[in-house]
């Protein structure tokens, strides 16, 4: 079986445009509503904890973490909490959700040279509705020949992806800025991986990069991909 790679998954968030570093602004202006119930360090403590407790629940995305940013705020602040903190912390989450897109410098004329040689696909994860308008708004919906918003990236999502768009692990590449959501599970389904830091991650994403592999790649910036798309390639084509 000839394993040439003919379709490039990308992560969105923080992948194609900003998007982490909203969030933590947002927990530093939820610290100061909320200082005179404990310090910054007790209060993101308590804040992460009902984010992971509750991501079954609320999933990912805006939406969920002001909910978190709300019980974080009653167990803080129990019967002594201000009613108004709590309609204060919703417009934290309103204005989160009306933040404009920006796309990274360089996305557009990336995706624009692969869009003809690969079949490129958007695969995020998230609030749904929130995802679309900011996919809407990037104005890079065109480039992609299909749009996944899932509700988590495990193994048994990306195979439920691939079978949505009839394809085999080893015809694609991952590009994204979290190991543990999108480089990892595609590695260990037979994938390839190109890992793209970004300067905030939160920490529930953080992972140690199979440095050995060599299916995965680390670059520093989207406008890279070009040029270590060839050399995987190259390496693909010999190991046939």
Not at 14 to 26: G, P, Y
Not at 111 to 133: F, N, W
Not at 212 to 221: A, H, L, R, T, V
Request: glycine share 6%.
């Amino acid at each position: 079986m000839k394993k040439y790679i003919n379709t490039i998954l990308f992560d969105a968030d923080d992948t194609l445009w900003e998007n982490e570093i909203f969030f933590r602004q947002t927990e530093q202006e939820f610290c100061l509503l909320l200082e005179k119930f404990g310090s910054k360090e007790t209060i993101l403590k308590t804040l992460l904890k009902s984010e992971i407790e509750t991501l079954p629940i609320y999933g990912f995305g805006i939406k969920g973490f002001m909910l978190s940013m709300i019980d974080t705020a009653l167990q803080l602040g129990g019967e002594n909490l201000e009613s108004n903190t709590i309609l204060k912390i919703m417009e934290l989450g309103k204005e989160q959700l009306q933040r404009p897109v920006k796309v990274y410098e360089g996305v557009e004329d990336v995706l624009k040279s692969l869009q003809y040689s690969y079949r490129l696909v958007l695969a995020t994860k998230g609030d749904p509705i929130d995802q679309k308008r900011k996919i809407e708004a990037s104005g890079l919906k065109s480039f992609f020949s299909h749009i996944e918003i899932m509700p988590d990236k495990t193994i048994r999502n990306y195979e439920e992806l691939l079978k949505n768009i009839d394809c085999y692990p080893h015809e694609i590449i991952m590009v994204g800025n979290s190991v543990k959501s999108d480089i990892l599970p595609i590695l260990q389904l037979g994938g390839r991986g190109i890992y793209i830091p970004c300067h905030t991650t939160w920490i529930h994403e953080i992972a140690e990069c199979p440095q050995e592999s060599p299916y995965f790649k680390q670059i520093q910036n989207f406008t890279q991909i070009p040029e270590i798309l060839q050399m995987m390639t190259e390496f693909n084509h010999k190991s046939a």
